[in-house]
T-cell receptor, first 115, second 114 residues
Framework: DAGVIQSPRHEVTEMGQEVTLRCKPI?????LFWYRQTMMRGLELLIY????????DSGMPEDRFSAKMPNASFSTLKIQPSEPRDSAVYFC?????????????FGPGTRLLVL | AQSVTQLGSHVSVSEGALVLLRCNYS??????LFWYVQYPNQGLQLLLK??????LVKGINGFEAEFKKSETSFHLTKPSAHMSDAAEYFC????????????FGQGTELSVKP
């Protein structure tokens, strides 16, 4: 299996622009998670989906952030408009099964820089 | 409330020396516990996890961790450090009252000196 795939790997944009991050989970996994990693706040869960349905978006920082999962093999995280404080590494992870102890598998991340 | 605390943001050891990375959690109910490793410019990779059963858990790359309920700890150890172990290590927990969300510690960067 190719693992969790994220694109782009790097993104540089200017403040105010729309940014879209993409994730393809491992085939057969029914949970998908979006995390953000910064020096100041560490790793934070933004939102997660189960069977394409958003379950908990309490970690989404504000209305500028939105996430969708139109099908089992694709999810997007959108920031509109982007701000310099959104600069971070964004990880997507997926897991299979309903047990909370099931392992989450992480993608390589998208490194976002907002100028 | 902090659910997981990693003591020491940076640990440096010599090659061949013992590696000890500390993790404590705060929960009245034993959580599920995980250690992840992150190599530079890569995603996180699971090293090991404790769910139920034996409290000494063995993982990949020679690492192991012991769940100690009385100390609310889940420290990560490796008897002999290798240069390739240099990375950032994250302890994480899943708490029953957090909807199954994985909550990470702040991470510990491990350096290995030749």
């Amino acid at each position: 299996d190719a693992g969790v795939i994220q694109s782009p790997r790097h993104e540089v944009t200017e403040m105010g622009q729309e940014v879209t991050l993409r994730c393809k989970p491992i085939s057969g996994h029914d949970y998908l998670f979006w995390y953000r990693q910064t020096m100041m706040r560490g790793l934070e869960l933004l939102i997660y989906f189960n069977n394409n349905v958003p379950i908990d978006d309490s970690g989404m920082p504000e209305d500028r952030f939105s996430a969708k999962m139109p099908n089992a093999s694709f999810s997007t995280l959108k920031i509109q408009p982007s701000e310099p404080r959104d600069s971070a590494v964004y990880f997507c992870a997926s897991k299979a099964g309903t047990g909370v102890q099931e392992t989450q598998y992480f993608g390589p991340g998208t490194r976002l820089l907002v100028l | 409330a902090q659910s997981v605390t990693q003591l020491g943001s940076h640990v440096s050891v010599s090659e061949g020396a013992l590696v000890l990375l500390r993790c404590n959690y705060s929960s009245s109910v034993p959580p599920y516990l995980f250690w992840y490793v992150q190599y530079p410019n890569q995603g996180l990779q699971l090293l090991l996890k404790y769910t139920t059963g034996a409290t000494l858990v063995k993982g990949i790359n020679g690492f192991e961790a012991e769940f100690k309920k009385s100390e609310t700890s889940f420290h990560l150890t490796k008897p002999s450090a290798h240069m390739s172990d240099a990375a950032e290590y994250f302890c994480a927990v899943i708490l029953y009252n957090q909807g199954g969300k994985l909550i990470f510690g702040q991470g510990t960067e491990l350096s290995v000196k030749p």
